[in-house]
């Protein structure tokens, strides 16, 4: 690299520019301020230029003073001249040269380095604090069950955190959920996170939808069409009477319960005589749900007319053989 180097600071100037010293001294002459070119050079292209002044400044003829001057001006005119046309291609040889510079090359190779580290995703361990939230989270949603899940119009609530800090919130509903504890937890896209957050419902109030203010209940009722303020959530059902289940083969359809439960009580059904569908059907005497049932399979139910139980009320049934 140093030998490069030197080779470039000592370059002689080509031919041309020997030429143009020698036919337009005033203009070419300053290209050899360059530092590519040698002392020598310099030294000889300046000298020449120099001796052309001289020359100019001999006296000629009886009115040589005014002559002198005249020459002498015109010498230093000439040499500005030159000097600026010189600068201007240097300043248009260095845009251009900006202008076809590589993007790298604008780039310090510490910064790159930088650049390409962050670009790079890094997957930093888990401290054993948030190891131990993770595990915590984690249990804490095996305790839910979801009793609705799906889309509907945006809500926004005021929601007071664990903290007691009390924020208005915007959100698009995703679930709704309840845990061990018969707490209940609604989910949904908070619209200034951009995340899926989890909303306490006992923390939640002043709930606003399609333009109406409503209670939790309410705009579960109305918009959900699920009844949150029964103690098992459910959808409403109008009063109903006691009916026998010894006319006939009985049809039941069990829904939205784990499937070690729903096998049991499907056994239990048909060593009682009843017949177990899959689904909801045309001669469909009663449908029993858990907290994971389709709200609209239920309402499909209901309007046949089929009765709407829990697993409590199944064995009330099989052991009193009525329904209340």
């Not at 030429?19 to 050079?41: C, D, E, H, N």
């Not at 095996?142 to 800090?165: I, R």
Request: charged share 25%; proline share 5%; with cysteine.
């Amino acid at each position: 690299m140093l030998d490069e180097a030197n080779s470039v600071e000592n370059r002689r100037p080509s031919v041309a520019l020997i030429l143009g010293i020698i036919i337009l001294p005033f203009v070419f002459v300053w290209f050899l301020l360059g530092r590519t070119y040698t002392s020598k050079a310099r030294i000889i292209g300046f000298g020449y230029l120099s001796f052309l002044g001289i020359l100019l400044l001999l006296p000629s003829g009886s009115n040589h003073e005014g002559t002198n001057v005249q020459s002498l001006v015109g010498f230093i005119l000439w040499c500005a001249i030159g000097f600026g046309i010189y600068k201007l291609i240097c300043l248009v040889k260095s845009k251009i040269a900006s202008l076809k510079l590589p993007p790298s090359q604008d780039v310090k190779p510490a910064k790159v380095h930088r650049d390409i580290d962050s670009s790079i995703p890094h997957e930093k361990p888990l401290s054993e604090k948030d190891e131990s939230k993770a595990r915590a989270i984690a249990r804490w949603e095996k305790t839910l069950t979801t009793l609705w899940e799906g889309s509907t119009a945006d809500v926004s609530f005021d929601y007071t955190d664990s903290q007691g800090e009390r924020s208005h919130r915007e959100i698009s509903p995703t679930k709704l959920c309840v845990n061990d504890k018969k707490e209940q937890y609604l989910f949904g896209i908070c619209h200034a996170e951009g995340e899926e957050r989890s909303f306490k419902v006992a923390r939640i109030e002043k709930v606003f939808s399609t333009g109406k203010r409503y209670s939790f209940e309410d705009w579960c009722f109305n918009l959900l069409e699920l009844d949150v303020a029964s103690p098992t959530p459910q959808p409403s059902r109008p009063p109903r009477k006691k009916r026998s289940t010894n006319s006939g083969a009985f049809e039941i359809t069990f829904t939205g319960l784990p499937e070690a439960e729903k096998m049991q009580l499907s056994e239990m059904a048909e060593e009682a005589g009843m017949v177990v569908r899959k689904s909801v059907t045309k001669n469909l005497n009663a449908i029993c749900y858990g907290g994971r049932a389709s709200a609209a399979k239920l309402e499909k139910a209901q309007a046949q007319g089929a009765f709407v139980i829990t697993p409590p009320e199944f064995e009330q049934l099989l052991e009193t053989g009525e329904i209340e």
